[in-house]
């Protein structure tokens, strides 16, 4: 076989695979279709506008009854784009394995990555998926594995007010059986009330009554309580040194009180026949007409002295003002602080807030009333070293970022070098 012949036949393959190729394309152009590919024509292809948000996690609240629980995700990676396209969330809930429902809509994109769902119930299963929003449709995250909410009986978050709480009756507890073996317990002298004594037997030596007025406000607020209280040592003296007591009160349920506190006091000092129901009289609600009134008994009768205990508002300058004016010495007490400059400069003696609740276990001397004082006294004392120890430590702190240690090591430095 010749040269020219060997060569026609080893090129007949790559001829017939050429041919071929014409053939099959011969019919699509002859029609005038453009030849089939594996991609997907543009005007049917999905375009993802945004990615889902990722590692959805749902965990527990912890300490509540079983009613919470929290939902956090990783934003869309789309947020970080300049012209992102998520304008927010919608999250979706399924219970005990049931259909999915939108729970709620988060627009906030920019801020918020977490969600508390509180609408949960402990003994159900709770699923759920976040979507992240676009303005042509939502591209969902992964489900999260089905959680019960759990119930927890104590809330540790709070344990140290257990602590406190514990502390704080120990030392109550221990105070009580203290004064119970009879240990005197030191208790700070209080001078209004050191002054009763004296004040009563003052008017006793004048011949004048004695007004006690016990504020403006019902037995439901503990500052009337505590006034009620001082009434009954107050008004045991005056029985004793057969003082006449006036008592006008602008609160029917105090009228009553104030009458059985002043019949027990006249008993207990041997002289019931003594008591009147008289000392004690109900004027009006209304607050300054009962001032006009109380005023009006001040200036008729001029008591010797005058006890201004309770709570007070407007009119505890009127009171005290027209109480000095005739000439009677007068003891005020009231816990609220507005009050408090108008008692000190118009009156003799002033119980500053906590000191007229004191006044029970100080002048009865019960151990169980002085063992609670001085209980209160060691939560007030760790009350103290936690605030100053908590601002101590915030003013060193910013000290240190203000670079105030850099500055004080390198004076340091200096003069020890100088030296």
């Not at 006449?244 to 041997?270: C, D, N, W």
Request: charge should be negative; proline fraction near 4%; glycine fraction near 8%.
């Amino acid at each position: 076989m010749s040269y020219h012949s060997r060569r026609c036949l080893r090129s007949l393959p790559t001829i017939t695979a050429i041919v071929s190729c014409l053939l099959l394309a011969l019919p699509f152009y002859a029609s005038g279709q453009e030849p089939v590919t594996d991609s997907v024509p543009a005007d049917t292809a999905v375009v993802i506008e945004a990615a889902p948000p990722t590692t959805v996690l749902s965990s527990d609240h912890k300490y509540d009854d079983g009613d919470q629980i929290n939902l956090s995700w990783v934003p869309s990676i789309d947020e970080t784009l300049k012209d992102s396209k998520v304008i927010g969330y919608k999250i979706y809930r399924a219970e005990d394995g049931g259909e999915f429902e939108l729970l709620a809509e988060i627009p906030d994109v920019d801020t918020t990555n977490a969600y508390a769902d509180q609408e949960v119930e402990h003994g159900h299963k709770y699923a759920y998926y976040v979507a992240s929003v676009t303005e042509t449709g939502e591209y969902a995250s992964l489900e999260t594995m089905p959680l019960e909410p759990e119930r927890e009986w104590l809330d540790l978050n709070k344990a140290y007010l257990f602590i406190m709480a514990l502390i704080i009756s120990g030392a109550v507890i221990i105070y009580v059986e203290t004064a119970k073996r009879g240990k005197e317990l030191f208790v700070r002298k209080i001078a209004g009330l050191e002054a009763i004594d004296d004040a009563v037997g003052r008017a006793t030596e004048m011949g004048r009554p004695v007004l006690f007025i016990p504020g403006i406000h019902d037995m439901d607020d503990v500052q009337t309580l505590a006034a009620l209280t001082i009434l009954g040592r107050v008004a045991r003296t005056i029985a004793d040194y057969d003082t006449k007591i006036f008592m006008p009160v602008s609160r029917s349920l105090v009228m009553t009180a104030a009458r059985e506190t002043i019949k027990s006091s006249y008993q207990a000092a041997g002289r019931p026949d003594a008591y009147n129901d008289d000392m004690v009289n109900y004027v009006t609600d209304e607050q300054f007409g009962y001032v006009a009134a109380v005023d009006g008994i001040m200036v008729r009768e001029k008591p010797a002295t005058v006890f201004l205990l309770g709570a007070f508002f407007a009119e505890s300058l009127i009171l005290a003002e027209t109480g000095n004016s005739v000439g009677a010495i007068q003891i005020a007490g009231t816990a609220r602080p507005a009050q408090l400059p108008f008692f000190i400069a118009a009156c003799d003696f002033t119980l500053i807030g906590e000191e007229l609740f004191a006044a029970s276990a100080y002048l009865s001397g019960e151990p169980r009333q002085l063992g609670s004082l001085k209980g209160q006294d060691v939560g007030k004392a760790i009350a103290m070293v936690v605030i100053i120890g908590g601002v101590a430590t915030a003013t060193l702190a910013g000290a240190w970022q203000m670079g105030f240690a850099e500055s004080i090591h390198g004076w340091l430095m200096e003069v020890f070098s100088t030296n």
